[in-house]
């Protein structure tokens, strides 16, 4: 009984910190920094760029993503066995069905984030280094292009932290349902 209290404290640790880190860099992300690079408008490129380019903060959020997702898993499937014994019961109960649209959503969230908001932030660095380079004033499609994907940016940003939120809410209250 031991180990199994152990493998519990050890797995839910890991994944309440790691959803912690995830969640509240994303909600820090979608609420403060990306309006407040827009209103700054060029002059937050440095920073972005350090931010996206050099810290990587994409990517560790990924990993954290996945940290969460593999550490709920192990307890997904340590309630599913002990709790219930099969898949069915499990899932057919309010707390198993609760627990797995929040473990839907946050596969969602991390889809996005690796589908989606990584390959823009990429490009955009990309194409922000290319309008550097090609002085002043820069080409206005090259500016155009740039905008268009911050503005892509900003709505996956806002569809992952939406599905973070659900399931860190399907999370909190699967025992109450």
Known sequence: MLATSAYMIVFRVLHILAAIAWGGSVFLVVVFLQPSAKAVGPSAGPFMRELLGTRRLTD???????????????????????????????IGSAFGLTLTVGAISALVAVGIGMAGTAPAIRRSLALGGQIAQAGDPPPAELVQQLAALQARGRTL????LAFIAIAAFAMSTARYW
Not at 157 to 160: C, D, F, G, R, S
């Open 157 to 160: 940003a806002k569809l992952n």
């Open 60 to 90: 560790w959020l990924i990993r954290l993503a996945w940290l969460t997702i593999i550490a709920g898993g192990f307890l997904y499937w340590h309630d599913w066995h002990t709790l219930y014994g099969s898949f069915g019961d499990f």
